[in-house]
């Protein structure tokens, strides 16, 4: 019998796009899926559009939280509560094309993968225009590095995102947890994605196009950092993610540039902004210092 899939879909003032998301779950060939719908305490009529389809689809479950703690809270909710052998998340604002779902589970059968990663298009939806990538549709296996590599390059930013991938749960829970750091207000998805590639046994990237990521405002790292709030969470992320991918034996001189990179430019937001005498500003001057030092010994 076909694996139970559990469908997550944080659900936060969505009403324009809720209907058109949760039809295309719905009517996906794939039909052994639980749908759970986490409301995080909605104020438009996304909690009624989320009840009607409950009342439609005995297969729909509807967490209602009392008041809007985030979407990694919800996320969080939704792995607890799910009882699916995999999980798949979903954007509430964007939606899947109709065999999306039975696509990946195929892969992930086939080649005895814990993750499957899928690929994306993205509507403008202020400019009502859609970027497609064309790709011959291929299956890749990837390693650990390979993973982590993507992360670092913009090109390959689906695996940044939570989204359009098909994960065994367990990947959640064994050895030891993950969940999505409620605390952290800005890259909390690459926070929890690269612990999941280095437990996963198996990581194929498969590259057929089948999620509809909506994109409704300017939500680049550039528009990210102008909040004074967010710096320091995205630096303490910054340097929690090098930290654990040095334990885990992550070649970190493959990604020099990279890191030189972010760490100039954080320094240089910190001190435009004052905060030369904070403890993150003094770990990155430390970050920084080994960075350079390693660069030297490389050569």
């Given at each position: 019998?076909?694996?139970?899939?559990?469908?997550?879909?944080?659900?936060?003032?969505?009403?324009?796009?809720?209907?058109?998301?949760?039809?295309?779950?719905?009517?996906?060939?794939?039909?052994?899926?639980?749908?759970?719908?986490?409301?995080?305490?909605?104020?438009?009529?996304?909690?009624?559009i989320c009840q009607h389809y409950a009342q439609l689809d005995s297969r729909i479950k509807l967490f209602n939280k009392p008041e809007n703690r985030g979407v990694s809270d919800s996320r969080n909710w939704g792995i607890e509560n799910?009882?699916?052998?995999?999980?798949?998340?979903?954007?509430?604002?964007?939606?899947?094309?109709?065999?999306?779902?039975?696509?990946?589970?195929?892969?992930?059968?086939?080649?005895?993968?814990?993750?499957?990663?899928?690929?994306?298009?993205?509507?403008?939806?202020?400019?009502?225009?859609?970027?497609?990538?064309?790709?011959?549709?291929?299956?890749?296996?990837?390693?650990?590095?390979?993973?982590?590599?993507?992360?670092?390059?913009?090109?390959?930013?689906?695996?940044?995102?939570?989204?359009?991938?098909?994960?065994?749960?367990?990947?959640?829970?064994?050895?030891?947890?993950?969940?999505?750091?409620?605390?952290?207000?800005?890259?909390?998805?690459?926070?929890?994605?690269?612990?999941?590639?280095?437990?996963?046994?198996?990581?194929?990237?498969?590259?057929?196009?089948?999620?509809?990521?909506?994109?409704?405002?300017?939500?680049?790292?550039?528009?990210?950092?102008?909040?004074?709030?967010?710096?320091?969470?995205?630096?303490?992320?910054?340097?929690?993610?090098?930290?654990?991918?040095?334990?885990?034996?992550?070649?970190?001189?493959?990604?020099?540039?990279?890191?030189?990179?972010?760490?100039?430019?954080?320094?240089?937001?910190?001190?435009?902004?004052?905060?030369?005498?904070?403890?993150?500003?003094?770990?990155?001057?430390?970050?920084?210092?080994?960075?350079?030092?390693?660069?030297?010994?490389?050569?």
């Amino acid at each position: 019998m076909d694996d139970l899939i559990s469908v997550i879909v944080p659900v936060y003032n969505v009403e324009k796009y809720l209907s058109q998301c949760l039809e295309s779950i719905i009517n996906q060939t794939y039909k052994n899926i639980e749908i759970l719908l986490i409301n995080d305490a909605s104020t438009d009529n996304s909690k009624q559009i989320c009840q009607h389809y409950a009342q439609l689809d005995s297969r729909i479950k509807l967490f209602n939280k009392p008041e809007n703690r985030g979407v990694s809270d919800s996320r969080n909710w939704g792995i607890e509560n799910c009882v699916g052998e995999y999980i798949i998340f979903i954007d509430s604002d964007d939606y899947i094309e109709y065999n999306f779902i039975e696509k990946l589970y195929e892969v992930s059968i086939a080649e005895y993968a814990d993750i499957v990663v899928g690929e994306y298009y993205r509507y403008i939806e202020n400019q009502g225009n859609f970027i497609i990538h064309v790709h011959n549709i291929i299956k890749e296996e990837l390693s650990k590095h390979d993973c982590i590599d993507k992360i670092f390059l913009a090109h390959t930013d689906i695996f940044n995102f939570p989204v359009a991938k098909l994960i065994k749960k367990n990947l959640f829970f064994n050895d030891f947890k993950v969940s999505f750091p409620t605390d952290i207000r800005v890259c909390e998805d690459q926070f929890v994605l690269y612990q999941l590639y280095l437990k996963s046994k198996k990581t194929i990237y498969y590259s057929l196009a089948g999620y509809c990521y909506r994109t409704r405002t300017d939500g680049n790292l550039t528009s990210t950092l102008s909040d004074p709030e967010s710096i320091e969470d995205i630096v303490e992320n910054y340097l929690t993610q090098v930290f654990d991918l040095f334990l885990h034996g992550y070649p970190l001189e493959n990604s020099f540039p990279y890191y030189s990179y972010r760490t100039s430019r954080y320094l240089a937001i910190l001190e435009e902004r004052g905060k030369t005498n904070t403890e993150i500003y003094n770990r990155l001057l430390k970050f920084a210092y080994l960075i350079e030092n390693g660069k030297q010994y490389e050569t």
